[in-house]
């Protein structure tokens, strides 16, 4: 599937983003979603994943309690709602699909967005 996200751009520590992730196909309700980030110099790491069903969540450690994973399949959409954000959340964004489990693992991701950039000023 194709994946184009959106929602990115430059705020205050502290403010909040959601960011979207607009999927071209309807099969896109049975493919797990996840977000990955890339920090400059830094490889790409994990940030949050949801099963197709929406039924099982993760998150990695450090977005836990502040960023909130969904996904609407009715349309065909995976959003990321960021709370509280820190400078140190400063990256580009990206959503990915996949129909395989071990969500944290970027390599067994096969369609992956554009990316969008988030910026936190402190």
């Known amino acids: 599937v194709e994946l184009v996200e959106s929602g990115g751009g430059l705020v205050q520590a502290g403010a909040s983003l959601k960011l979207s992730c607009a999927a071209s196909?309807?099969?896109?309700?049975?493919?797990?979603g996840a977000w990955f980030r890339e920090i400059q110099g830094k490889e790409r790491e994990f940030v949050a994943g949801?099963?197709?069903?929406?039924?099982?969540?993760y998150y990695s450690d450090s977005v836990k309690g502040r960023f909130t994973i969904s996904k609407d399949n009715a349309k065909s959409t995976l959003y990321l709602q960021m709370n509280n954000l820190k400078s140190e959340d400063t990256a580009i964004y990206y959503c990915?699909?996949?129909?395989?489990?071990?969500?944290?693992?970027?390599?067994?991701?096969?369609?992956w967005g554009q990316g969008t950039q988030v910026t936190v000023s402190s």
């Open positions: 196909a309807r099969t896109f309700s049975v493919y797990n």
């Open positions: 949801i099963s197709w069903n929406v039924g099982n969540i």
């Open positions: 990915a699909a996949s129909r395989t489990y071990d969500y944290r693992n970027a390599r067994t991701y096969t369609d």
